[in-house]
């Protein structure tokens, strides 16, 4: 089960500045912490995020294992032209996410 | 001259807010979100960026999935959640109709579980069983609670308010020594909370997940030092039935966020 919530406005002006939301659930486990049979827990983390305007990487960031659970996400981009925004999150274990949507740019 | 005003309208602002604050309508109850942060309050108010939401629509899809040997949905026998489990999550605990079996919301979807789905009973403090109730809670999000009238129930109250009000562990401490007796007072930095369950299933930044009333219940006995009881123990469900009568009126505002 791997769902995601993103916040982006439906419309826009060209050439406004919006702001975009992205949460995603997802354990964020360190691999710096031992289970309760001692052993430690494998590392677990989303390694990658990125979002694309119309194919266009408009924001990309590294995750490091110091990031909470439940990563939430916000960056700011220039609206140009309507499209689709695609989000991708790839971590350990084949975790691979994708969610989009679409924005007009009037 | 103007400064004079200001500042003078100030101090009947203050006057104003404090005494209402004093007053309070002669209910003295609080919840956990009017002592949090206001930017803890915008993270539960904001469905983006509320963590608990996640599960909410985790929900949704296991509501609308078929499951068990009955192949059958949540939502092939109830409606549409917002109208089905309207005010639902705000009378449990409760009996099961027509039956002598007192369960708290996840218990009662377990039930529906066994008995319609034949399916297995999910585990408790799952993800399933969180996404689930974080789902039917969320559809009485503003509802008062409103615990049923059931007259079987006010027994299991009052075991529930003997367990509360009850020394134990190796701290000696009963509930109500903090939550009713020092209630608004700090514990290590943190404010005591009265202990009204408005929230549950709650997102707690502490635990980075959803958790249940009974977690928090669990959570609270390991800090005083004493053995917790096994989840969905009779103990568990009069503790919540009676802190439920507790908090009757106050609004559902599930999935909360606490720190």
């Given at each position: 089960m791997a769902n995601a919530l993103i916040n982006a406005p439906k419309t826009a002006k060209r050439g406004d500045t919006i702001e975009i939301k992205a949460l995603i659930l997802h354990p964020m486990e360190t691999g710096f912490r031992p289970g309760t049979n001692g052993r430690m827990i494998p590392r677990n983390i989303i390694e990658h995020f990125s979002a694309r305007w119309n194919g266009e990487e408009i924001f990309a960031m590294t995750f490091s294992p110091a990031i909470a659970a439940n990563p939430f996400v916000s960056f700011f981009t220039v609206a140009k032209e309507s499209g689709k925004i695609d989000f991708l999150w790839t971590g350990d274990e084949d975790f691979r996410v994708t969610e989009s949507v679409a924005i007009t740019v009037t | 001259m103007r400064l004079r005003y200001l500042g003078l309208a100030l101090v009947s602002i203050f006057v104003a807010s404090w005494a209402a604050a004093q007053s309070g309508g002669g209910d003295q109850r609080r919840t956990g979100y009017q002592d949090m942060s206001a930017p803890l309050q915008q993270m539960e108010d904001d469905d983006t960026a509320n963590p608990g939401m996640l599960f909410v629509q985790a929900g949704e899809i296991l509501w609308n999935a078929p499951a068990g040997k009955a192949n059958k949905a949540c939502a092939d026998c109830h409606s549409a959640v917002d109208k089905s489990m309207k005010g639902v999550a705000a009378r449990y605990p409760a009996f099961a109709k027509d039956t002598d079996t007192?369960?708290?919301?996840?218990?009662?979807?377990n039930l529906c579980r066994t008995g319609q789905q034949q399916a297995d009973a999910l585990k408790p403090e799952s993800q399933d069983i969180l996404a689930l109730s974080a789902y039917v809670t969320r559809a009485s999000r503003g509802l008062p609670i409103a615990p049923p009238a059931d007259p079987r129930l006010v027994k299991v109250r009052a075991e529930g308010e003997v367990l509360f009000k009850r020394r134990e562990g190796q701290l000696n401490l009963s509930c109500a020594n903090c939550h009713d007796d020092n209630a608004g007072r700090k514990l290590a930095g943190a404010t005591i909370p009265q202990g009204h369950p408005t929230a549950y299933p709650v997102y707690r930044s502490e635990w980075q997940t959803v958790g249940s009333l009974q977690r928090r219940l669990r959570n609270c006995m390991i800090?005083?030092?004493?053995?917790?009881?096994?989840?969905?123990?009779?103990?568990?469900?009069?503790?919540?039935a009676y802190l439920m009568d507790r908090a009757k009126g106050l609004k559902i505002e599930s999935p909360g966020i606490r720190p």
């Open positions: - | 007192l369960v708290d919301l996840d218990g009662r979807i800090g005083m030092r004493s053995e917790p009881y096994a989840y969905n123990s009779a103990e568990y469900v009069a503790l919540e």
